[in-house]
């Protein structure tokens, strides 16, 4: 383990002090009105807290009945999600009386062992995330509560505020200060007293919209389901200051109007979002309901969205990751999946990537962000970017493609992506390169990728690796991670693979003969599972002898699948646990 940096120690002497300071604030008495809860959570999860399968930060602890301040935290990032209180949302979604008596008891719980600054959850974010979940489900909460507890509660909210309030500068720029600042400006409207806070944060939030937001709409770490957190927190905090009265910043309205579009060309088909970069696909509805509240109607360009190309016809969606990888502070959660895509049949998800693995601990972590997790090719076995050798940053990307092409056009019948990225310029002196064309009816999607050397520098770079992996060649893999609910089996003699959605729709996969085709296990890092579901996924295997190779392949729906098709079948519910 590394030593904790001196900033980091002086950070959390800081925060200790301002913490303490602000137990000594007067309190609020009461909400100024009954809040309306915004934050969305998942039953399932609230169903697996309910079963006591707690699990946080990549850590699954059983403890059937115990109180949660009473297991001991496997290791920080544990001990922050729990701090966090965005559990709260998962059992306000299950709702019921047991899920209300845990929600109750875990809170008061904690204002009685960390109310007065103690613990680590005393943190700029860890904080306005918390306001946020208090406030929203207040409701929930104080049913049924005793003058005594109600009064314990807001005494509680006004002091974590005016923490808030000395504290919100600390929080790193990016979704931890948006997450602050909305918390204080809810704070500010929500809370009897609390008026003061509201100025400072409206004008903060305003700077960081116009320094956190580029000008098509994205952010750093393009992260598209954090992206969608910060629409959120956006939409939450301008409806707080409308209902107070007070004019959201022009900023703030022109982030809005940025993030709109850019989210809607990270949509695919079936309302989820695209899983790159450690986002996943977002709750059902969560991102259409977001762009209602918004009131933005506009929709992206023709270019790309965030570093992301957007292919769509008829009921098929195709989202390709299309720019390098995020770079410094923002690539500690990035993915190296420069080129791969994802493709969805109007509500059912049939190429993926795994996914973002820290739900499940540190190793899925580490595995989900590297090329083979994702839908493209694979060149000897490594990752188009590599995770740093800096022992101070330890999870931030390096090595990464920097020159990566990307163009958008027609095509005869259709749509087409052409694409390229260097990342294994330097070890093989090849350039990858990657052609996707849609029909226009959505029913094909014919693809092409190449590993190519383009001049004299890239053939001798070649050569050298060429002759180290004699007699074969380079191997290379393009890999296509199939959805768990995906049927797949190897057809026609093992030269396609059917595949079987739950729709009813059926889909050929088929490639020419450079490579060989196999069904292979896989995995799927689904954040509201226990554990990873186990899936498939397509293999076309091969070997680099030549300065240019080529692969062609096509993903078509069978002839007998109707145009139209009514699919209404509902997904199984997820299980409370795994075995």
């Not at 409308?242 to 004019?247: F, H, R």
Request: hydrophobic residues 45%; proline residues 6%.
């Amino acid at each position: 383990m590394h030593p904790e940096p001196l900033s980091a120690r002086w950070t959390r002497l800081r925060n200790r002090l301002a913490a303490w300071r602000a137990v000594l604030s007067r309190p609020a008495a009461a909400l100024v009105s009954q809040p309306e809860p915004r934050s969305i959570g998942h039953i399932a999860r609230g169903r697996q807290l309910c079963a006591g399968n707690l699990l946080f930060g990549g850590h699954l602890v059983e403890a059937p009945g115990a109180m949660l301040w009473d297991v001991p935290a496997p290791d920080a990032g544990f001990a922050r999600e729990a701090h966090g209180f965005g559990w709260l949302d998962d059992l306000a979604a299950v709702g019921d009386a047991a899920a209300r008596a845990r929600a109750q008891a875990w809170l008061w719980e904690w204002i009685a062992r960390y109310g007065r600054g103690h613990g680590p959850g005393w943190t700029p974010d860890l904080a306005g995330r918390r306001l946020i979940r208090w406030i929203n489900h207040a409701i929930f909460l104080l049913r049924g509560q005793p003058p005594e507890a109600s009064g314990a509660f807001f005494r509680s909210l006004a002091q974590q505020a005016e923490f808030l309030a000395r504290r919100w500068r600390a929080a790193a720029p990016g979704f931890p200060r948006f997450e602050a600042l909305a918390g204080l400006i809810q704070a500010g409207v929500s809370l009897e007293g609390m008026e003061h806070l509201t100025g400072e944060a409206r004008a903060a939030l305003a700077r960081e919209c116009a320094a956190g937001i580029d000008a098509g709409g994205g952010i750093p770490s393009r992260n598209p389901e954090e992206l969608l957190e910060v629409f959120a927190l956006l939409i939450w905090a301008a409806h707080d200051l409308s209902e107070a009265g007070l004019a959201p910043d022009e900023a703030h309205w022109r982030a809005l109007e940025r993030i709109a579009p850019c989210l809607r060309a990270l949509r695919h088909a079936d309302g989820g979002l695209a899983r790159f970069h450690g986002g996943g696909r977002g709750l059902d509805g969560r991102l259409d309901a977001a762009l209602a509240a918004s009131g933005v109607k506009a929709r992206a360009g023709t270019g790309l969205a965030m570093g992301y190309a957007r292919l769509a016809h008829g009921r098929t969606s195709v989202i390709v990751d299309a720019s390098p990888p995020p770079t410094g502070a923002a690539s500690e959660g990035a993915h190296a999946s420069t080129l791969a895509f994802e493709l969805t049949s109007g509500r059912r998800p049939v190429i993926v990537s795994c996914g973002a693995g820290a739900r499940f601990g540190p190793e899925w972590r580490r595995a989900g962000r590297a090329t083979p997790s994702h839908s493209t090719l694979v060149l000897a076995g490594g990752s188009s970017a590599r995770l740093s050798d800096d022992r101070r940053h330890p999870d931030r990307l390096s090595e990464a493609p920097r020159d990566v092409q990307a163009q958008i056009t027609r095509a005869p019948d259709g749509i087409r992506f052409e694409g390229g990225h260097d990342g294994y310029l330097r070890g093989h002196g090849l350039t990858h390169a990657r052609r996707l064309d849609l029909a226009a009816d959505g029913r094909t999607l014919a693809g092409e990728d190449m590993l190519l050397s383009l001049d004299e520098a890239d053939k001798r770079r070649f050569d050298r690796a060429l002759e180290a992996a004699q007699p074969q060649g380079v191997p290379f893999d393009i890999r296509f991670h199939l959805h768990p609910d995906v049927e797949a089996s190897l057809d026609m003699g093992g030269a396609a693979v059917s595949l079987l959605l739950r729709s009813g729709e059926i889909w050929i996969f088929r490639a020419d003969g450079g490579a060989s085709l196999a069904l292979q296990p896989s995995v799927y890092l689904e954040k509201t599972r226990l554990k990873p579901r186990a899936t498939r996924q397509i293999a076309l295997s091969g070997h680099a002898t030549g300065y240019a190779t080529r692969i062609r392949w096509s993903l078509a729906k069978a002839q007998e699948t109707p145009v139209g098709i009514r699919d209404v079948a509902e997904d199984a519910p997820a299980p409370v646990a795994e075995d």
